[in-house]
């Protein structure tokens, strides 16, 4: 899904530090869904935003936040509230209801 | 909310025989299921996917079958070659004021040369 870009592919985050993750699509959908993916734990659903300007919590909001501010971009904030951030994070964005929904290539989040 | 269980969570099975992984859902009116492969440190690709006034759907060796009763729904792959190595997922969506996708756990399948 060459429409769908993730930045960067791997992150380093310090003890207390906030970071963003860039998630930019230029395939004119509407939705756009933030997951997190742990070892054995499939994918759970962080943030996700169905139109410009809003956005829902998901199952796992606590210490990430997002905005929304244009139809091609969604940026995840890794706040120093998530004491547990290490993980794989994957961007997704869907044209319509019932559609599929259509992946980034991941960034990787360590802890330094 | 929606609850998704997937089975086996992995599956080793010989070059040429079929594979079957089975999901199952909790909430009745989720009407799209979508199955997804995912490579080692890759994105999730989708393979096939259904909706619920279907029961079957079928894409070369690939199939998923739906049960709207029993509320389960498999993936089955016939004459599995190495290449189909990887984790699959499955998911549910209900599309009543919202569209958010519930994944199951995920099945790492194995294909034995």
């Known amino acids: 899904d060459g429409g769908i870009t993730q930045s960067p592919k791997y992150l380093f985050r310090k003890e207390g530090q906030n970071v963003t993750l860039s998630c930019e699509q230029n395939?004119?959908?509407?939705?756009m869904y933030w997951y997190r993916q742990d070892p054995g734990q499939g994918l759970r659903l962080i943030y996700y935003s169905q139109i410009v300007n809003d956005f829902q919590k998901g199952d796992i909001a606590e210490g990430y936040s997002v905005s929304r501010e244009k139809k091609e971009s969604f940026p995840l904030t890794v706040t120093s509230a998530q004491k547990n951030p290490t993980a794989f994070y994957l961007c997704?964005?869907?044209?319509?209801?019932?559609?599929?929904?259509?992946f980034g290539d991941g960034t990787r989040l360590s802890i330094l | 909310g929606e609850n998704v269980e997937q089975h086996p969570s992995t599956l080793s099975v010989q070059e040429g025989d079929s594979a079957v992984i089975k999901c199952t859902y909790s909430d009745s009116a989720s009407n799209y299921f979508p199955w997804y492969k995912q490579e080692l440190g890759k994105r999730p690709q989708l393979i096939i996917d259904i909706r619920s006034n279907v029961g079957e759907k079928k894409d070369q060796r690939i199939a998923v079958t739906l049960n709207k009763t029993a509320k389960h729904f498999s993936l089955h792959i016939t004459e599995t070659q190495p290449e189909d190595s990887a984790v699959y997922f499955c998911?549910?969506?209900?599309?009543?004021?919202?569209?958010?996708?519930?994944f199951g756990t995920g099945t790492r399948l194995t294909i034995i040369p």
């Open positions: 997704a964005s869907q044209d319509t209801s019932n559609q599929p929904q259509h």
């Open positions: 998911a549910a969506c209900s599309n009543f004021g919202n569209e958010k996708l519930t």
């Open positions: 395939l004119n959908h509407d939705a």
